[in-house]
């Protein structure tokens, strides 16, 4: 075991994230994570505080708790971006070390740019690494077709962010995400900024699009009932600083339809992660 | 034409017809307010046309390399300024107070220093233009969003690329600002310094001229040519923006 950049051989992005050769896929162990940062006035704020849990092959990972509990900077820590003060990363699998991890951030407003059309942005990634022009964006038109041929449609390929809807706009920056083939997928609220009736569409979108390239997925969302709805492990984080209050398995069927909403099951299970998280907010009742 | 174009044209129909209607009045000496006829006919004159036609040209030929030494500068520095902040700290003051200094101010330091010749109006448009070039690209990088970099960081992006792919699109807006600045500048400032240094005949020189010889409707139309001139520059200005930032603020 031996910390390696992210993907050796072609990102220059350290990070805190070892990788083990195992027998049988374990999946990626967070474990123990620390943070703090330094406030103004100097003394330092502790956000995470020993959050511990992983996420397995073939789970669909949901992320939830309350506002300011450290999520996004839990995600910047996994994909790279940020150390930690403690804790590990630890992918367990068979196979090569290679491992790549992409973020899909909340605000594809301010994630997306605005001078580059939409197959040029989803090819960004491979404009950093040097592919020509042509293969590229032969790259990012099949990634579109293969994932999102109902929301944007050929004839929208070359246009710019600002002529696209919100939809298509946060489709584009998944596809940027996937466009280098992730082994693990980071979704940070990444709904959060569309309207109602997209947010369903992208949710099944989404689940779609990993249900066919079954990557490691870890979606952070607002809303219990989209986690219960998307995720089949729900990781739930309590307030800064934030450790993992509950962890609950989801175990509705898949493929989902939307039917699964109206379930017994599918209420159970909201109103039990509804608990414990209520119970954190405002004390037993 | 259609009704909005057509609307367009009444502003400087009004504008004119006051024009004609005071200086017919008698409020004012006739002598010195020609009415608008009068100084269009200049126009229609062969030798006040190539006269016009020279001048114009003389003065968009020196503004135009102010200009284009204050771009080329004022991008550079710009970059270099906002992207390290140890560098923006110690020149923010310095650029603050210079870009704020009147730029026609320094015309007689530059000609005791750069002689009475177009050198000394082409450091004075460069270098005054050239701060507001840099001011404006210096804060475009400074007020980049953070996440954009951050995207790149995470596809695995060098310093270099995100300085070329994403920091500076990212303030190509802001440069373009600059830029529209800088033309309406240049023209500016070079006329002003052709009225102080007789060395040569742009349409500074023309209107101090005309007015000195008493034809004033020569000074009017040479007027109306150097407002033409500012008008093109900025219209072109626009045309440039409209093609590479057209996403801007979108």
Redesign the interface.
Known sequence: MRPISVSSHRLRRQSALMVKETPTDEGLKIQGIRKSFKATGGQSVLILDDVTFSIPKNKFVVLFGPNGSGKSTLLSIIAGVMYPDAGSLTLARPGGESFRSDLVFQNYRDSLYPWLNALDNIAFPLTLQGVPKKRRREEAAALLERIGADILRKSEYLKYPYQLSGGQQQLVSIARSLVTNPDLLLLDESFAALDHDTRYLMQDVVVDIWERMKFYVLFISHSIWEAVYMGDILVILSKKPAHVLDIIDIPLPRPRKREVEFSQDFFDLRSRALKVFEEELYGSP | MEAPRLRRLVGPLVLLSIWHVISNSGLVNKVLLPTPTETLLVFTQAEKITALFAAASRTTLLSLSGFIIAATLGTILGIVVGWFSSIYDIFDLVIEFFRALPAAALLPPILLLFGIGNLAKIVLVSFACGLIVLVNTASGVRRR?P??T?????????KL?ILF??VL??A?PSVVIGLRISASLALILTVVAEMFISTDEGLGRRIVEAQSLFRYAEMYAAILVAGGLGFCFNKALVKVSDRF????G?
């Open positions: 969003n996440i954009r951050m995207v790149a960081q995470i596809e695995g992006a060098t690329q792919r994403v699109p990212e190509l930032v057209h996403w801007a979108k």
